[in-house]
């Protein structure tokens, strides 16, 4: 459940009255007029109607720029709902807004980005070389790479495109520089290629394919439900840096079979990762708010879903002739 605060013109008062009686808030309060001939409404929003609620809001109020919306989070509120409502509310999405914002941040290439993926490289490279696994699982949590992949999803579903392009550029050059460190790390530091952790990373399989399917649809699914605590174990089960880190450390050694079988893994996890979101995101009904955005996602989404469908037959083809030759 949401308050959603309306600050308005007073001329707006009837017209909000009307949205809160139309979708049938839980409760609705008229704040006292304030010298500036403006007034603060409120109301008590059920989550499954508050997109829709703030869709209404901003097409009646956009002609005013003084209008302010916000949306404020709900601990408790008492009496509670009866079990209809609470049961109508299971199948609640967050807020379009909310997500945007939560993921946006996660596009940006600046310098704690760029801090994070080395830090969690040197975690990941230690890790991988000492068969630390408690070590790999902490550069795991870091996750940098995580949130690009997230907010491309996002963005295609929204058909945002700088949202798209922002994503794609941190990603690669996360990426890149992942992998760039960890092979000046192989180069300079002697060490076997006999650790398990090491050698579990350069092997990718149909197995690895469902679990990183599965493990995408769940940060989408919570992402979409406001349940950030899902993602912990999504860095886990899909983690990115120790596969580019096995890629660097294995190139480093000139081992350029164990570094393909790393890369097919780092590109498998990728793929399904962001197919399984874009797929959540069509079930979840996120859309833009305009019709013409709307146009613009559905052909977006449409394409990127291609895309990708035919980039996992392809690693599909791959991954079962490099086991052939290998076998």
């Known amino acids: 459940m949401k308050l959603i605060e309306v600050i308005a013109d007073i001329s707006s008062t009837k017209t909000v009255t009307s949205i809160a009686e139309k979708y049938k808030v839980r409760d609705f309060r008229l704040g006292a007029q304030?010298?500036?001939?403006?007034?603060?409404?409120?109301?008590?929003?059920?989550?499954?109607?508050?997109?829709?609620?703030?869709?209404?809001?901003?097409?009646?109020?956009?002609?005013?720029p003084s209008?302010?919306?916000?949306?404020?989070?709900?601990?408790?509120?008492?009496?509670?709902?009866?079990?209809d409502e609470t049961q109508q509310g299971d199948s609640a999405v967050a807020a379009r807004e909310a997500m945007y914002d939560a993921v946006d941040k996660?596009?940006?290439?600046?310098?704690?980005?760029?801090l994070l993926v080395i830090l969690s490289t040197v975690v990941a490279a230690i890790g991988l070389v000492k068969n630390n696994v408690a070590v790999v699982i902490g550069a795991m949590v870091i996750?940098?790479?995580?949130?690009?992949?997230?907010?491309?999803?996002?963005?295609?579903?929204?058909?945002?495109?700088?949202?798209?392009?922002?994503?794609?550029?941190?990603l690669i050059a996360g990426i890149a520089l992942a992998i760039s460190l960890s092979w000046l790390i192989g180069l300079f530091w002697p060490f076997g290629l006999?650790?398990?952790?090491?050698?579990?990373r350069t092997d990718v399989g149909m197995d690895s394919l469902a679990l990183a399917l599965a493990s995408g649809a769940a940060a989408a699914l919570s992402l979409t439900t406001g349940l950030p605590s899902v993602l912990v174990g999504v860095m886990v089960a899909v983690a990115l840096l120790p596969p580019a880190a096995t890629i660097g450390l294995t190139l480093g050694h000139a081992r350029f079979d164990l570094a393909s079988g790393a890369s097919l893994l780092l590109a498998a996890n990728i793929v399904c990762l962001n197919l399984a979101a874009k797929l959540v995101f069509l079930v979840k009904g996120i859309r833009p708010r305009?019709?013409?955005?709307?146009?613009?996602?559905?052909?977006?989404?449409?394409?990127?879903?291609i895309i990708w469908l035919v980039t996992l037959i392809l690693l599909i083809l791959a991954i079962y002739g490099r086991s052939t030759l290998m076998g």
Do not use: C, H
């Not at 999803?153 to 994503?167: C, N, Q």
């Open 106 to 114: 996660n596009t940006r290439l600046d310098f704690n980005f760029i």
């Open 194 to 200: 006999s650790s398990p952790e090491l050698m579990a």
């Open 143 to 170: 996750a940098p790479l995580l949130g690009p992949n997230l907010a491309l999803g996002l963005g295609t579903a929204l058909g945002d495109l700088p949202m798209m392009r922002k994503s794609i550029k941190t």
């Open 34 to 64: 304030t010298e500036d001939g403006r007034r603060a409404m409120r109301m008590l929003v059920k989550d499954d109607k508050v997109q829709s609620v703030l869709d209404t809001l901003q097409n009646v109020l956009g002609a005013q």
């Open 290 to 305: 305009g019709w013409s955005e709307r146009k613009l996602a559905q052909r977006a989404m449409r394409n990127y879903l």
């Open 67 to 83: 209008a302010r919306i916000i949306v404020l989070p709900v601990e408790a509120a008492l009496p509670k709902p009866d079990a």
